[in-house]
């Protein structure tokens, strides 16, 4: 989640009281029984109701959250969340200027979707595009002085909305916990070995 560039980028629902008798309905990988002990080495590893009340109330929390961000930068600056974490990105970058393979892997996303992304911030003047010499395949994205301005004026107020969505509701502890945790499910999910599938490499 980006909260400030430079210039500057819950409850859940109560756990079941017995877990439900039947198979989950896909996406939400729910148990139709608390494991037992000594089951089959090929039968799925249900979630328990603990786990199934931390999974769900974390896909709810992720879910409201992307949507308040994306509603209050449409509001006050014309695009969605993802297009505001690019730009502070480059706003961060050394000349305000990054390879478009690197931008891609910062935002985790899709060399595709990336494309398409700095094609509408390039129409909004935002954004520039330049080949890049040592590299006939490869181009940098470029922050623009008008993209500078933009992610000038629309910092605080998106700062302040991610301020009060997430940090004034957790206490200090909170807070380190949910960092460390957060490392650690992304740092699983971005295998180093050769052939990973990963969204920027596709």
């Known amino acids: 989640m980006n909260t400030a560039p430079t210039p500057a980028s ?14 989950p309905t896909p996406p939400t990988p729910a148990a139709p029984e608390a494991p037992a002990a000594g089951h089959a080495p090929d039968e799925p590893r249900w979630l328990t109701a ?8 974390y896909i709810e929390a992720a879910t409201l959250l992307e949507d308040h961000l994306d509603r209050q ?22 000349r305000r200027r990054l390879r478009m393979t690197e931008l891609a892997k910062y935002a985790k996303i899709t060399r595709s979707r990336l494309s398409h992304a700095v094609a509408r911030l390039e129409k909004n003047g935002w954004v520039r595009r330049e080949d ?19 992610l000038r004026r629309t910092a605080p107020g998106h700062v302040n909305a991610v301020r009060q969505a997430v940090f004034d509701r957790l206490t200090p502890q909170q ?16 295998p180093s070995e050769a052939g990973a599938d990963l969204p920027w490499l596709r």
Do not use: N
């Open 73 to 94: 930068l449409q509001r006050d600056a014309g695009m969605p969340h993802v297009y505001y974490g690019l730009l502070v990105k480059l706003a961060e970058s050394p």
């Open 175 to 190: 807070q380190e916990s949910l960092g460390e945790i957060m490392r650690i499910v992304a740092e699983g999910l971005q």
């Open 132 to 150: 890049c010499p040592s590299d006939k395949r490869g181009q940098f994205a470029i922050l623009t002085e008008e993209g500078y301005e933009v």
């Open 50 to 57: 603990g786990e199934q009340f931390v999974w769900r109330s």
């Open 10 to 23: 819950s409850a859940g629902p109560e756990a079941p009281a017995e877990p439900p008798t039947q198979p």
